[in-house]
């Protein structure tokens, strides 16, 4: 797609800090990071979401998140790190091209400190579940 960002990044007509690329997957440092090594993993083949990839892309995305995710831990010397992926903008998503964000994340770097759940009301669960598995 002429207008993804991404698609020019992997194309090369917009430079980017490259950490790593093969045949299916490109892996580059993200230009507004959460923390430092603040790094992103996409497919070459554009997709814009989840909902779209091809099982075969996103096996490689994800065998090179957990490649890269070890290096941006190591060399960050982090103390965690966030596997991420927004689909839509409610979930977060700003560029219509699956990613993964590998996030460093440090003793109070005030990104996400807490998670927001709370309870299914009563009965709620099941009726969830029952729904999803439906549609399995």
């Not at 993804?4 to 490259?18: M, V």
């Not at 890269?68 to 190591?74: E, G, R």
Request: some cysteine; charged content about 20%.
């Amino acid at each position: 797609m002429a207008e993804c960002i991404f698609c020019q990044i992997i194309k090369g007509e917009l430079p980017c800090a490259k950490v790593y690329e093969n045949e299916r997957v490109i892996s580059f440092l993200d230009i507004h990071p959460i923390n430092a090594g603040h790094t992103l993993v996409l497919p070459k083949r554009h997709y814009a979401t989840l909902f779209e990839i091809s099982e075969e892309d996103l096996h490689a995305c994800t065998a090179v998140s957990q490649k890269i995710a070890m290096a941006v831990y190591k060399a960050t010397k982090a103390s965690g790190l966030n596997l991420l992926q927004n689909n839509y903008r409610p979930a977060g998503q700003r560029i219509d091209h699956i990613h993964f964000h590998l996030i460093p994340r440090f003793h109070q770097d005030d990104f996400w400190n807490s998670w927001p759940g709370k309870p299914y009301p009563q009965g709620g669960l099941s009726k969830v579940l029952d729904k999803i598995q439906a549609e399995l």
